[in-house]
């Protein structure tokens, strides 16, 4: 836990601790803290020239300076050896102060710890385990630690050195006596205190009396309490005084001239005011950064020099000690207690970040610096606790705005109180220093939050770039085992993880400062995660289990970030909208849902060319497939096959989009039905035109002319209608029987295709109830219609085509031509038979009755076509109509076969139109006049008593219908008929 954040404060770039400065004492305690790094002191830099020993050795003098006692008598030197001579040999005659002199062998709760929540010292917790021993004690035992001695142990000071030192206060406290320490220049004082023959040798006495010189220098000429003008003659002769001492030592007795000069120059500086006259206070430590550097050595020296993760039991004490060099240093309350907060700040930060408490205790003081910054203006306070606030916030930003690499559950309870101190230090500069926030209303802006938000966005950044890292790494790392996750899909698990741990560990603590920390973060995570997501979608050209991984991956994580964001929101005025709006959809689904349409668009696509390329090559065999057409087969196969793998398509969404490949697949079967029909003609394609309506006799000389000429416009025409067939015998009338079972084969296969469809769905993820109860979507629309047609069409196209091509040389070329009774139906009714027989064995039977009565249905038309509209060839008398009648019985039982054929009911439906119109043909002819006049008439009304007008052919042959008594009239053999129609029409006799 002491590395904690040892690897982030050694990039500061900051110097160690000199382990030279402590004792064998405190060996233990340096080596445990020895890797920390304390911060640069944001008082500013002194060790350019004066080194951290100068400081601390000058701070203690000042120390035992300040605390001496200003009462006046002489002080009487008491050794800490219990009577016994000096380290020096002087007598042992010195006293200090009764705060000084105090025994600490049981000293009481400290107030500051109490308040603060300091623990105590687990390794010397009262000055009687102190007492033991000291540095350079030689393990002698000893009386109990004075508060004094506890300050000399503190700070790692000889007792040879403590005891110079005291010797030349008494010096000059005898010689001044009643003079305030805080009127004389110390340096200056003990520079004429001492020679040479006070140290153990030269050397140390240069360096000693360097020291106090650099103390000077620092002190009046490099940080003055009142700044110095170049030309003031003062600083220069004590500039010159200074750089000729540095490089040769000087006599420092009192009446010396180098240290008259010296005096001289010194107290011309120190005892400068503001307003000009002479200060009662000698200015020579009390100049910034100066004062503070020696004033946070000296509030250093509260930490167990044994434990230095611990502040000594005697802090109120030494404290109390501490506070006397006020008067000397310049110092205030305001400046102590941003030392104070400074000092137990680095501490935590030197030691290795082990004692949160130190960090605790640091926020507390925070909260008088808060109170102080507000009640002052002083712009030299305002840059000093800029600069101190700065360093603590800057050090703790380093933590906060990566926290993820910062902390863990191990740590978490010192992620709180460096939060706390951040803020805290944020809301001093910012509401107290900062003048930009002064000139807003104080409401617009809350600094914990914006703070928090953007140490929440920043280390979320900072999360998803390293899981983003380490997620291509993975992927690279298993690039050659099957089937490895992509990127996105490893990074969408990692990211759920981090939200999920950050909603656990980190929110919970941010949300003191920030209500909605959870919902921020997840809000930056959606948008970093979106981001990724949309360059991969844009660059995704088919559906790939890749690219189906990657967005089911980002769809989950979404909606469980979404989750997350309402959850910490639910209590917020917006109820969430406003992190919810952070939070542009990924739109997986959707992204998902354009590739399968576009896998289905593929699909659909491919199996229409199929269609074309295949029916091309289709033969219609009957003797293959059972009757149907293998491209049938195979299509229906495609089309299970594109239903499996659409299934197994691991998508989300298969109920949703599974209308859109149905509605494809729906079209390209009825594409083939349409193209499998194509070229087979219709009804309309085989009814031959009829011929113009003529008045002609059987027996005319010129018959056999009109049949020639009749034979040979029926085989143009029907060479016409039939050129459309592409010439092959794909279209012949068992090729169209094959048509039409493979229709009926498809519609058939259709309901198992949708019932394997409602399995599939059942074995879908993504299913509901509804999806089962709802047909649509799930069935074909277009096909069974499609088959249903094209089987009728294709039915009457084959019974057409059989009456009146396949047996036109039988029917219309052959039934009633010449003499009725010498062309009667039965050759018809033989190639008939044979051809349904034929057509039977073809048809799938449950087509087949639908066949056989669209065939039957031709016949009685061609029956009716060749009585109505036969041509010239033929003509009936009175007589003949029961040739006619028996003839079409003959046809009728053709198709009741006995009771074996098409259903009574059946014969009878169709047999309607040539029942009511044969007996006009064994009709009066007067009669028969007589009725097309009346209804010819009625039809035309009074435009028709001139002249009747030729009623135009309908086809709808009826005997109520004028042109179809017309017709029967013009195929009358007798005078009667030929009369009236020459009358009436000037249709000939005779051709």
Same mark, same amino acid.
């Given at each position: ?206 360096? %000693? ?116 060099? %006020? ?282 060319? %199929? ?94 002319? %009109? ?285």
């Amino acid at each position: 836990m002491a590395s904690l954040f040892r690897d982030r404060s050694l990039t500061l770039g900051q110097s160690k601790r000199e382990s030279s400065r402590f004792t064998s004492a405190a060996a233990a305690a340096a080596t445990a803290t020895a890797t920390a790094t304390a911060l640069p002191s944001p008082f500013g830099d002194l060790t350019s020239t004066l080194s951290a020993a100068d400081l601390r050795d000058t701070a203690y003098e000042i120390f035992l300076a300040a605390c001496r006692t200003s009462s006046g008598k002489p002080l009487t030197y008491i050794s800490s050896t219990s009577g016994a001579a000096s380290a020096d040999g002087s007598p042992s005659s010195l006293s200090s102060s009764p705060s000084m002199q105090r025994s600490i062998t049981s000293t009481a709760a400290s107030k500051v710890k109490k308040a603060f929540g300091l623990r105590s010292s687990s390794n010397l917790g009262s000055g009687s385990k102190r007492s033991e021993g000291s540095p350079s004690s030689g393990g002698k035992t000893k009386k109990p630690l004075t508060v004094g001695e506890l300050m000399r142990v503190q700070m790692r000071v000889s007792e040879t050195v403590d005891s110079r030192i005291r010797k030349a206060l008494l010096r000059i406290s005898a010689g001044q006596v009643g003079r305030k320490v805080e009127s004389m220049v110390l340096p200056l004082e003990l520079l004429q205190q001492f020679k040479s023959s006070d140290f153990t040798d030269q050397e140390e006495y240069e360096a %000693w009396q360097r020291r106090n010189l650099k103390i000077l220098e620092a002190g009046l000429l490099k940080h003055p309490h009142l700044p110095v003008e170049k030309s003031n003659i003062a600083s220069q002769r004590l500039r010159q005084t200074i750089n000729g001492a540095l490089e040769r030592a000087i006599e420092t007795g009192r009446n010396n001239e180098s240290m008259q000069i010296l005096r001289s120059a010194v107290m011309s500086l120190a005892s400068r005011s503001s307003d000009g006259s002479l200060a009662e206070v000698a200015h020579w430590a009390d100049g910034s950064p100066l004062n503070l550097r020696l004033y946070e050595i000296l509030l250093e020296a509260l930490f167990d020099a044994n434990d230095e993760t611990s502040i000594i039991e005697e802090v109120d004490e030494l404290m109390e000690l501490i506070k006397k060099t %006020w008067p000397i240093l310049g110092i205030n309350q305001m400046l102590h207690n941003i030392c104070f907060s400074w000092v137990l700040f680095n501490h935590f930060v030197a030691t290795g970040q082990v004692e949160n408490d130190l960090l605790y205790a640091a926020d507390g003081q925070l909260v008088e610096v808060a109170k102080d910054a507000k009640t002052t203006k002083d712009p030299a306070y305002s840059k000093i606790l800029s600069s101190t606030l700065s360093s603590i916030l800057g050090w703790a930003e380093k933590r906060l705005l990566a926290y993820h690499d910062t902390f863990d559950r191990g740590n978490i309870d010192s992620m709180q109180v460096i939060v706390s101190v951040g803020v805290s230090a944020a809301k001093i500069l910012v509401e107290d220093i900062s003048n930009e926030y002064r000139r807003k209303r104080k409401g617009e802006v809350d600094v914990a939050r914006n703070r928090i938000d953007t140490y929440i966005r920043s280390s979320i950044r900072t999360a998803f770039a390293q899981r983003m890292e380490k997620a291509d790494s993975s992927r690279r790392a298993s690039r050659n085992q099957p089937n490895p996750l992509p990127v996105l899909a490893i990074l969408a698990k990692d990211v759920g993880e981090l939200a999920a741990n950050e909603k656990a560990v980190f929110s919970p603590i941010l949300k003191r400062w920030h209500p909605f920390a959870a919902g921020v973060a997840v809000a930056t995570l959606h948008v970093c995660y979106g981001n990724e997501l949309k360059q991969f979608i844009s660059g995704i050209m088919e559906l790939t289990p890749d690219a189906v991984q990657v967005l089911r991956a980002a769809d989950k994580l979404e909606k469980d970030l979404v989750q997350i964001a309402v959850e910490d929101s639910v209590d917020s005025d917006d109820g969430g909208k406003a992190i919810i709006r952070e939070m542009p959809p990924f739109e997986a689904e959707a992204a998902i849902a354009n590739l399968v349409k576009v896998w289905i668009k593929t699909r659909v696509d491919r199996l229409k060319e %199929w269609v074309d390329r295949n029916l091309q090559q289709e033969v219609w065999n009957p003797q293959a497939n059972q009757g149907y057409a293998p491209s049938a087969v195979e299509v229906l196969r495609i089309i299970d096959e594109t239903l499996d793998a659409y299934f197994q398509l691991p998508i989300p969404m298969h109920p949703a989009l599974l209308p859109d490949l149905m509605a494809g697949l729906d079209r390209c079967l009825q594409y083939y039905t349409t193209k499998a029909k194509s070229g087979c003609g219709s009804r309309s394609t085989f009814i031959p035109t009829m011929p113009a309506l003529t008045r002609c006799t059987t027996g005319t000389k010129f018959q056999s002319v %009109w049949k020639k000429k009749e034979k040979a416009l029926n085989s143009q025409r029907r060479n016409s209608q039939v050129a459309t067939m592409n010439g092959d015998n794909s279209f012949g009338i068992p090729q169209l029987c094959v048509r039409i079972n493979t229709f009926h084969r498809v519609r058939t296969e259709l309901d198992v295709v949708e019932k394997r469809i409602i399995t599939h769905l059942r074995n879908s993820e993504s299913a509901h109830m509804e999806d089962f109860s709802n047909g649509l979507g799930k069935k074909f629309e277009l096909t069974p219609a499609a088959c249903l047609e094209g089987v009728q069409q294709l039915s009457e196209a084959l019974a057409y085509k059989l009456i009146f091509h396949d047996l036109s040389h039988v029917l219309w070329d052959g039934l009633y031509v010449g003499e009725p009774s010498s062309s009667r139906i039965e050759p018809f009714l033989e190639e008939l038979e044979q051809n349904l027989t034929t057509i039977s064995d073809i048809v799938h039977e449950r087509a087949s009755t639908r066949v056989v009565a669209d065939i039957m249905k031709a016949s009685f038309d061609g029956f009716l076509l060749v009585l109505l509209a036969g041509g010239p060839s033929r003509a009936f008398t009175r007589q003949d109509s029961q040739i006619i009648e028996d003839d079409f019985k003959s046809l009728k039982d053709l198709f009741w076969a006995n009771g074996d054929g098409l259903p009574t009911d059946l014969i009878n439906k169709f047999s309607t139109t040539a029942r009511d119109v044969l007996p006009l043909f064994q009709a009066d002819t007067e009669r028969l006049i007589e009725q097309f006049r009346r209804l010819t008439l009625e039809t035309y009304g009074s435009s028709a008593k001139a002249r009747l007008p030729l009623p135009p052919t309908t086809g709808q042959w009826n005997p109520a219908d004028p042109n179809t008594l017309l017709r029967v009239l013009c195929y009358r053999n007798d005078d009667a008929a030929s009369k009236f129609l020459k009358k009436t029409y000037n249709l000939p006799k005779k051709l």
